[in-house]
């Protein structure tokens, strides 16, 4: 019993470790066609994996794609405009009215007296009645009494009967009794107490009744009207010292691009200078805004976030020109959407030049940010297009008549887009010709040697020679 259990025990110890063994050796087989799977492309891997990256692209190019169809028109991102600016009038302040010269009224004026306050006389003469001077003639003058003369800027002191006059300068008071003033050109000392009178005259000639340029309670300036000097003499005729004027839009204006210098340095290769910050300037300054900053910045993000942010603090309207063609243009529009809490409402416009334009309202602030392109004609264009347009939407200025002029040439236009076409204006045969100043948007040039420039709607293929147009002022 001893012995065979001692060789059970043996030959169950033997048995068992060649289990153990076989295990370990089947455990190590797996692992090593595991790692031979690992070391072994696998092309149905591969094939998931181009898959995949294609799908990818195709879902990148689709959005892109529909980024471009959701392009706005004008029409559409004006009407855009007026709902997000609706209820917000720019601020208004009281200034002196000899002070108003090119500003924006921001409500009407009334006139609280007559202009003039007398019967006042519109040249040199003598008032007469006109009765006395029925019949007159070079041939057979009408003697009149002559009774006195009036002194400029005082009062008649009496008044004339049937048969005389009195000498009254251009804008003196008409006596009472007198109905009408003889230049003095047709008149003659005929001794010293008469005067000869060779013309007749109407009743109410050359005498300016009191109210006949400016009735009490007339609406002398409406709200819109943008003062220049002769509303400066309106204001002044009728005593009026101020006036309520809107506050102009404080303008911030940030370039972008690592190729951009100043004005005043000479560029190194690939290096321009930069036009567009001088050029937005002047068109802010002549829409009358008020230009606040200017800076120059290169392309980083982090810089245009910072720069933007600063600029919404203190102003009405932000401008980013650059920055705006394809991916560049997607970094200004998400820093624009960030730091607009989602403002961002306009991504193209459906305009040429233009089109990489963006839109976007920081409600907090009330800036309005424009995302402009960098090339200077189409930056120019837009600016006009929507931020001066806005501005007088707003304010309630009456919108400018275009000129009309006819086609000096046949004009190509690719329809499905708003192109704006810069031209030069000749003097033809029967009024304005128009001729195209062909060339990029880069080129300045083509908006400094135009007179203005004629719009060809999106519907439209072009232009023909001898068709007449509306031409449009650059601001």
């Known amino acids: 019993m001893g012995k065979r259990g001692s060789s059970a025990a043996f030959v169950f110890s033997g048995c068992a470790k060649g289990l153990a063994w076989g295990q370990a050796d089947r455990n190590r087989g797996r692992y090593a066609e595991k790692t031979a799977e690992m070391r072994t492309p696998d092309p149905l891997g591969f094939l998931r994996a181009a898959l995949l990256l294609y799908l990818k692209r195709i879902i990148i190019r689709k959005e892109l794609v529909m980024k ?80 006195g003369e009036i002194p400029m800027g005082t009062a008649a002191g009496k008044a004339i009967g049937s048969g005389q006059c009195m000498y009254v300068p251009t804008g003196g008071m008409v006596p009472e009794g007198a109905d009408a003033v003889v230049m003095v050109e047709y008149c003659e000392p005929f001794d010293a107490d008469h005067v000869a009178v060779y013309e007749a005259v109407p009743f109410g000639g050359s005498v300016v009744v009191p109210g006949e340029d400016v009735k009490e309670g007339q609406l002398l300036l409406a709200r819109g009207s943008v003062i220049g000097p002769a509303g400066i003499g ?3 005729a009728a005593g009026i010292g101020e006036v309520p004027v809107y506050q102009p839009w404080r303008v911030s204006i940030l370039s972008t691009g690592d190729e951009l210098v100043m004005p005043g340095r000479r560029p190194g290769p690939g290096q321009v200078r930069d036009i567009n910050s001088a050029a937005l300037a002047a068109s802010a300054a002549k829409a009358g805004f008020q230009v606040i900053r200017t800076r120059l910045l290169a392309d980083d993000e ?3 976030e910072a720069a933007v942010r600063e600029a919404m603090a203190d102003s009405d309207l932000v401008l980013v020109s650059g920055g705006s063609s394809q991916g560049k243009k ?5 820093v624009l959407d960030r730091v607009s809490g989602g403002g961002v409402f306009t991504h ?32 120019l264009t837009v600016f006009g297009l929507l931020a001066f347009w806005l501005w007088r939407e707003l304010t309630g200025q009456r919108e400018e008549w275009p000129a009309m002029a006819r086609m000096r040439t046949n004009l190509a236009s690719a329809p499905g887009k708003l192109t704006c076409v810069p031209v030069r ?51």
């Open 68 to 147: 471009l169809l959701r392009v706005d028109t004008l029409e559409e991102a004006r009407d855009k405009l007026r709902g997000v600016f609706a209820g917000r009038a720019p601020e208004t302040e009281m200034v002196r009215a000899a002070d108003a010269l090119g500003r924006t009224l921001a409500g009407d004026v009334v006139s609280r007296e007559a202009v003039p306050s007398f019967y006042r006389s519109s040249v040199d003469g003598y008032a007469v009645r006109s009765a006395d001077t029925a019949g007159a003639s070079e041939s057979i003058p009408a003697f009149l009494e002559m009774i």
């Open 348 to 379: 193209g416009l459906a305009i040429k030049p233009g089109k990489p334009t963006i839109l976007g309202f920081d409600s907090e602030s009330g800036a309005l940010l424009m995302g402009l392109p960098g090339h200077p004609v189409a930056a």
């Open 302 to 304: 982090a810089l245009l």
């Open 425 to 475: 204006l000749y003097r033809g045969a029967d009024g304005y010709e128009a001729e195209p100043v062909l060339g990029k948007s880069g080129l300045i040039t083509t908006m400094s040697q135009a007179d203005g420039y004629v719009k060809v709607e999106m519907n439209r293929e072009g232009l023909k020679r001898g068709e007449w147009v509306e031409i449009h002022r650059f601001l």
């Open 234 to 236: 309106a204001l002044a």
């Open 330 to 334: 997607d970094v200004t529009c998400e």
